[in-house]
């Protein structure tokens, strides 16, 4: 529907300057919202470090692994900007990643946990150089088979992989991670243009999904733990007591 009214503004638009009408009649037409529905899989603290786990870091390509997931849930960066990093891109010195190439061609810099910069230094230094065919191809992450740059359709397989090793009983790949490091800083105070910067988000309100998920969150812990909601199931939990004794003591008559 968006589409047909755009085409139709672009066309009354252009009568409008060949002089067929006066002015043009589709201007004020708006185009319809688009609802954005909520991340499909987000993890918990617990699961994204048990994904992560999976890779063999005794191997070249489990150390690889190891390293991008390391990655995705450090920054939450896309799975294309990860495939187009060089190793220029990592700061080493001062825990920062250069993302140039992010969507819209829009790049920004991100800092990086100590954590993932070490594994990624271990891949750097102990993977990379036995996998890489070319010694001046700059890409980081390389594949076992061709040494040369990851294609996305190759890391979504990955990660796909790794999380079903993990059996957490949930779908996804590298999206996952990015919504579960939006999800749980926000659920941790981060600030919401914070998150849009680390993301990449050129507009907040895509940001502002993911406060949706953390109100989800937050009314499952208000309906565990406020005042009233405990109360209230103390009481059920003493008349399912007590409707339990009552039926002991008339099998007992």
């Known amino acids: 529907q968006a ?40 993890f918990t603290a617990q699961e994204a ?8 870091p005794k191997t070249l390509d489990g150390l690889r692994d190891r390293a991008m ?20 891109d990592i700061d080493r010195t001062r825990g920062l990643i250069h993302i140039r190439k992010g969507k819209g061609a829009k790049p920004r810099i991100v800092p990086l946990s100590e954590r993932a910069l070490r594994w990624i230094e271990r891949y750097l230094d102990e993977s990379r150089p036995k996998l890489l065919r070319d010694p001046t191809d700059e890409a980081i992450f390389v594949g076992v088979r061709t040494g040369k740059a990851l294609n996305p359709g190759h890391l979504t397989h990955l990660v796909t992989k790794h ?23 926000l659920e941790n105070g981060a600030d919401l243009r914070h998150v849009q910067e680390l993301l990449g988000h050129a507009n907040v309100q895509t940001t502002q999904i993911y406060t949706q998920v ?34 002991a003591r008339r099998e007992v008559d």
Request: proline fraction near 4%; include cysteine; charge should be positive.
């Open 3 to 42: 589409a047909h009214i755009s085409s139709l503004r672009v066309f009354f638009k252009w009568l409008a300057q060949k002089g067929q009408f006066a002015w043009n009649p589709a201007c004020e037409l708006e185009l319809p919202r688009v609802q954005r529905g909520l991340p499909a899989v987000v």
């Open 49 to 56: 470090e048990l994904v992560i786990a999976q890779p063999d």
């Open 69 to 88: 997931l390391e990655l995705l849930y450090a920054t939450g960066m896309r799975r294309l900007e990860l495939c187009l990093l060089n190793v220029y």
């Open 163 to 185: 999380i079903r090793a993990a059996e957490l009983g949930k779908q996804g790949s590298c999206h996952a991670f990015r919504h579960t490091v939006a999800t749980l800083m």
């Open 214 to 247: 953390s109100l989800r969150k937050l009314k499952e812990v208000y309906e565990r733990t406020h005042p009233s909601h405990v109360q209230a199931k103390e009481r059920e939990e003493r008349k399912a007591m007590k409707s339990k004794q009552d039926q």
